[in-house]
């Protein structure tokens, strides 16, 4: 053995005992959960702001406990956990933000714009908070609340109004609580549309 290898001998046993203290990833899990909206857009249907009222969807803000793509679960009043084995394929306020685009687009015919292409015609401006966005296990619902601001076209003064929606779902795991939180979304999405109308 050489004076190179004799160096080298002491450093890969080294690391071969750290092998199974180190991870370099947390292990991904079986799926990666998601909203998909019920009243889709149509695809190849085209929109125009000669024709139509444009609106510009902000992003929500969103409390430290949803800032994440892990599900919060209200354990009680002042404790809160996550659920396990469940992860968002992208943080919520941006899922909820896209669902909202699509359901507004889709039920008021408007165009709706992100936040940077609304420079020339910004139109109608709704954003707000996304308070809850989780599992209540106290009750047993999955819940989402939006507190939402709206500014319409032209106008000097802002409209405000709370939305939650509450869906059962029994046992707690990935699938029922994407599926709850689906539906509960997509309820704010539709009341949050004919509040902004045509």
Known sequence: ???????????LLAMASLTGCISFGATPPPMLLTLTAATPLTPGQTSNSASAATITIQLPSVPAAIATV?????TSPTSIAYVKDAQWSEPPARLFARLLAD????KTGRVVLTPAQSFYDPGARLGGELRNFGVDAMTGDAVVTYDATLSRSDAKVFEKR?????EPIGTVTPQSTSEGLNRAANRIASEVADWVGK
Do not use: D, W, Y
């Open 1 to 11: 053995m050489n004076h190179r290898s004799i160096k080298l001998l002491p450093a």
């Open 70 to 74: 892990r599900v919060p679960v209200q």
């Open 103 to 106: 359901t507004i687009g889709a």
């Open 162 to 166: 709370i939305f939650e929606a509450r």
